[in-house]
């Protein structure tokens, strides 16, 4: 009984608030900048174009998922190694193999845009 609670908790439960919380924190963020827009708007003042630019740039979406494979990676690895049941090690090779894609998205993704990356480096820091 209390392994089917756990794998629900694991599987269901917090996959759900992860992404409830990350919706919530991103409709905050764009209500914000509407605020600010629509206050722009009324007094008459110049908006500043780079204010509604994504934050991130490229090589730090690439530093963010590098991160989110390696806590996959060692996670999953952690738990099959540590644990002596079968229902655990099949969750922790479900974690490890999400922290390998992560990790083989990263390194795909890492070739593909290494000539925007350069360009956003060497850019002064105005244009940024």
Do not use: H
Request: glycine share 6%; hydrophobic share 45%.
């Amino acid at each position: 009984m209390m392994d089917s609670l756990f794998l629900i908790g694991v599987c269901v439960i917090v996959p759900i608030i992860v992404v409830w919380l990350n919706n919530r924190t991103n409709q905050n963020e764009t209500n914000k900048k509407t605020e600010v827009l629509l206050k722009a708007i009324e007094s008459d003042a110049t908006i500043d174009p780079e204010y509604f630019k994504p934050q991130l740039s490229l090589k730090e979406k690439l530093l963010d998922k590098l991160t989110g494979a390696s806590i996959a990676t060692f996670m999953g690895l952690a738990i099959v190694v540590t644990t002596d049941t079968m229902v655990y090690d099949d969750i922790g090779g479900i974690i490890f193999a999400v922290g390998i894609a992560l990790l083989i998205s990263y390194i795909v993704g890492k070739r593909l845009p290494a000539k925007e990356i350069k360009a956003e480096e060497d850019a002064p820091k105005s244009e940024k």
